[in-house]
């Protein structure tokens, strides 16, 4: 099986604009969640959607927005880009049928978006 | 809310010794489930092993294994006969029942020949 693929893997933007990051799970995947990794942050959690809907959301403004597709494909959108933004933006998928336990999480090898 | 906790922001150890990450956390929850997550310097992110809390017995996978003190919140992981391909950050992570991880600030580990 393939693994999660992100696209693209580098992404250089400027200040006030806005960008677009691409997100392939592993094919049965229904879940997919964003994560944003800083070195004073560290790993943060953005948001999971499942079935097209949006089902956890962490404390990012309202800048940071995403969507899921019915093939299971996620983007995530940044607008008016922060020199804070810069990350790397790790995807993650995972079977998460309904219930209690967790899946595991398998991460595609993530964004670079620096900004300028 | 959660929060997981590791100390050792780097550690170093000869080839072939074993060596042990600290990871604590805090929870109100009764049920939940930690990681360790690898992330070498290629930056794809790997899950090493899973406990589940209402598990008694420490999970192991090959070389890995942990040490869960439920009691004392602590999830530590120890790596026996460590290999130069375990040069990494490892990230302890908390899940409680849904899809969102919550993450340590990570422990560089680095194997010396």
């Known amino acids: 099986k393939a693994g999660v693929t992100q696209t693209p893997r580098y992404l250089i933007k400027t200040r006030g604009q806005q960008v677009t990051l691409s997100c392939s799970p592993i094919?049965?995947?229904?879940?997919v969640s964003w994560y944003q990794q800083t070195p004073g942050q560290g790993l943060q959690f953005l948001f999971e959607?499942?079935?097209?809907?949006?089902?956890n959301k962490g404390n990012f403004p309202g800048r940071f927005s995403g969507r899921q597709f019915s093939n299971s494909r996620s983007e995530m959108n940044v607008s008016t880009l922060e020199l804070g933004d810069s990350a790397l933006y790790l995807c993650?998928?995972?079977?998460?049928?309904?219930?209690?336990?967790?899946?595991?999480?398998?991460f595609g090898p993530g964004t670079r978006l620096t900004v300028t | 809310a959660q929060t997981v906790t590791q100390s050792q922001p780097e550690m170093s150890v000869q080839e072939a010794e074993t060596v042990t990450l600290s990871c604590t956390y805090d929870?109100?929850?009764?049920?939940?489930?930690l990681f360790w997550y690898k992330q070498p310097p290629s930056r794809q992110m790997i899950l090493v092993i899973r406990?589940?809390?209402?598990?008694?017995q420490n999970a192991t996978e090959n070389r890995f294994s942990v040490n869960f003190q439920k009691a004392a919140k602590s999830f530590s992981l120890k790596i026996s006969d460590s290999q130069l391909g375990d040069t990494a950050m490892y990230f302890c992570?908390?899940?409680?029942?849904?899809?969102?991880?919550?993450f340590g600030t990570g422990t560089r580990l680095t194997i010396i020949p």
């Open positions: 094919s049965g995947h229904r879940s």
């Open positions: 929870t109100s929850e009764s049920n939940y489930y």
């Open positions: 992570a908390y899940n409680f029942g849904n899809e969102k991880l919550t």
């Open positions: 959607y499942f079935s097209e809907t949006q089902r």
């Open positions: 406990q589940e809390a209402y598990k008694q």
């Open positions: 993650a998928s995972s079977l998460a049928l309904a219930g209690f336990v967790p899946y595991e999480q398998y």
